[in-house]
């Protein structure tokens, strides 16, 4: 394509170097904390809520809330990309970590390479391994050492700092390990599959 | 996995176009419309999305997200862009932005929160704001593919002045083809208002919605605070969570 159009009059806000340099291509910062999900908001039980590992129909390991709260709990401080331009620095969370739940579940390493994280209500996310062990994602319990708020995941939602924020999936239920990596909810709707903001990877073939 | 009423997209690159600016319309004091050109426009469905790219002076870029408001049937796209002060890119659009002018622009995204005519109904559409955006371009669809689908539009708005497409509607209203539309104002109501005249609660919704047994296909699109009252609202008078889908106009820095 040819040099894009100039909007006379369009210039951008004044901010920060050291913000700027944390903002991924084509996104820019907020301070709010907006809210995106496909459906309504479910209202979730915890007497009745329940976290598992699978693999090939097999359970790796399970847990009731009680037992999640039981688990080593990590503090993390990131900065999130939402793929609809949000950005949003310094975001703080709690949760476990996959690697304390893989070891909780009595499991060294992952059993496949992929998974697919499935949610309340049909959803699902598919994200790398690589991409959630060593200390790269977890299930995130609390934000602002607050528990999480229902709009925004809670009880718990995965939280994969790195890729766009739709991988972070909320009202996280289970994560099933499977050998080849398939499309998730919004990955099958034409988003990318993978999803690194810093090389922009919004929708498929970006 | 959830019922996804539309196939998937085949994975092809979204492409930037350029889009010219054809016609401005003042919808109310911080809402326009603004009505492009996209040669090479592959075609959208009611309820989809795309991302515009402004390039400043200097080659500062930013993009952001913004509903289709026309129907697939209409030539040109239409664009309504709410003026968020403190806001980057919809300054220029809402303000700026003059007949003639270039940006660019790739899309359709989204294929969830989407409606076509050939899926029927009941069709039960609930907007805050400039939210109508997308559910306009369903309602003009309806309109020009000659669907009869029982349809029941409500609206809140703050002030009567701040009613986006409020003609429009009248006019589509005025066909009875199937469809009611329903204004709430939420600051402010003019004198013999007869609409309702707070935030949309379950009460409204009960009074003004379809019943759950007729099973209607639901879609919520405003602000957060307004799509969270109105989802779980709906659930409590018994409707299906499948059967709703949102989608949320965040303060996102426009």
Known sequence: MSDPPISRGFRARRRRDDELRRVPPGQHLTGDFPVLSAGPTPDIDLAAWSFSLDHGGATLGDWTWAEFEALPQTEITVDIHCVTTWSKLDTRWRGVTIDALLTAAGSCEAPADFTLVHCEGGYTANVPVADLVGGKAMIATHFDDEPLAAEHGGPARLLVPHLYFWKSAKWVRRIEFVATDQPGFWEELGYHMYGDPWREQRYAGD | ?254
Do not use: N
């Not at chain 2, 030539?75 to 919809?90: D, F, N, P, Y």
């Open chain 2, 1 to 254: 996995m959830p019922e996804i009423d539309v196939a998937a997209p085949a994975a092809r690159r979204l492409e930037w176009r350029t889009a010219e600016v054809v016609d401005i319309v003042d919808e109310t004091p911080r809402v326009r419309s603004l009505i492009l050109g996209v040669p090479g426009w592959p075609g959208h469905r009611p309820g989809q999305h795309v991302d515009v790219r402004l390039t400043g002076e200097d080659g500062y870029r930013a993009q952001r997200s913004y509903s289709i408001a026309s129907a697939p049937e209409f030539a040109h796209l239409m664009l309504t862009v709410e003026r968020i002060e403190e806001g980057e890119v919809s300054p220029y659009l809402a303000s700026e932005a003059r007949r003639g002018d270039r940006f660019e622009l790739r899309g359709p995204i989204g294929g969830y929160f989407v409606w076509t005519a050939a899926e029927g109904g009941p069709l039960m559409l609930v907007a805050g704001g400039s939210g109508m955006a997308p559910l306009m371009a369903m309602l003009r669809h309806r309109a020009a593919a000659g669907s009869t689908v029982p349809t029941r539009l409500i609206y809140s708005s703050r002030t009567f002045e701040d009613i986006i497409y409020r003609e429009e509607l009248d006019r589509l209203a005025a066909r009875r083809d199937g469809l009611e539309v329903v204004h709430t104002l939420t600051r402010r109501q003019p004198p013999g208002w007869s609409g309702g005249k707070k935030r949309i609660d379950r009460d409204m919704l009960a009074g003004l919605g379809f019943p759950p047994q007729a099973r209607p296909t639901i879609f919520i699109c405003g602000p957060t605070s307004l799509v969270e009252q109105v989802a779980r609202s709906l659930r409590e008078l018994g409707h299906d969570a499948k059967m709703i889908k949102t989608e949320r106009f965040g303060p996102t820095g426009g």
